[in-house]
T-cell receptor, first 113, second 115 residues
Framework: ETGVTQSPTHLIKTRGQQVTLRCSSQ?????VSWYQQALGQGPQFIFQ???????GRGNFPPRFSGLQFPNYSSELNVNALELDDSALYLC????????????FGPGTRLTVT | GENVEQHPSTLSVQEGDSAVIKCTYS??????FPWYKQELGKRPQLIID?????GEKKDQRIAVTLNKTAKHFSLHITETQPEDSAVYFC??????????????FGQGTTLQVKP
């Protein structure tokens, strides 16, 4: 198991609401990436944070936003939830000494009704 | 745009047989190719990776090969066991020192190993 943790484990929200998901990186990891995994599909890149700055963004609308804190933990915020936002949200952290290897957290299962 | 194609989508083998999963990537600048195993309801787990300066890498029963010219890479599992049953994802990224590239994932292969 990796040292990456996420909260909450599961979440049910109503369309139009806002949600905040949290990720705690493995010790020594200063890069966090967020991915959305719809049922039966591969993860899709949302964005990445490196030393508290956004360092790349995938094809997701601005209502998906994020933060990284000085301790390298991170948040994913989604506004105006839509039914299609229902998915497993994964964060992955990378060590400063290993510029590619990404280790995933257990994910947050978001259901939008 | 960037794309990774993965085949087959499902693979069923008898215990002890070998399994091969193939991926093709579109961006010739990609230089890092990891493979993840995801069991039902669990996180993707990094099982092996290869960088573009290497053609083959092996770790016990698992091996990965890379053909940069053809933009193909493959996962080989030998002597399969029932616990190898899972969904396997390939991915490609462009990374460099001090910068972790985004991972572009394939669609996944569901591997079933029959006892």
């Amino acid at each position: 198991e990796t040292g990456v943790t996420q909260s909450p484990t599961h979440l049910i929200k109503t369309r139009g609401q806002q949600v905040t998901l949290r990720c705690s990186s493995q010790s020594g990891h200063n890069t966090v990436s967020w991915y959305q995994q719809a049922l039966g599909q591969g993860p899709q890149f949302i964005f990445q944070y490196y030393r508290e700055e956004e360092n790349g963004r995938g094809n997701f609308p601005p209502r998906f936003s994020g933060l990284q804190f000085p301790n390298y933990s991170s948040e994913l915020n989604v506004n105006a939830l839509e039914l299609d936002d229902s998915a497993l949200y994964l964060c992955a952290s990378t060590s400063s000494g290993s510029f590619n290897e990404q280790y995933f957290g257990p994910g947050t299962r978001l259901t939008v009704t | 745009g960037e794309n990774v194609e993965q085949h087959p989508s499902t693979l069923s083998v008898q215990e002890g047989d070998s399994a091969v999963i193939k991926c093709t990537y579109s961006d010739s600048a990609s230089n890092y190719f990891p493979w993840y195993k995801q069991e039902l309801g669990k996180r993707p787990q990094l099982i092996i990776d290869i960088r573009s300066n290497v053609g083959e890498k092996k770790d016990q029963r698992i091996a990965v090969t890379l053909n940069k010219t053809a933009k193909h890479f493959s996962l080989h599992i030998t002597e399969t066991q029932p616990e190898d049953s899972a969904v396997y994802f390939c991915a490609a990224s462009i990374g460099w020192s001090g910068n972790t590239g985004k991972l572009i994932f394939g669609q996944g292969t569901t591997l079933q190993v029959k006892p």
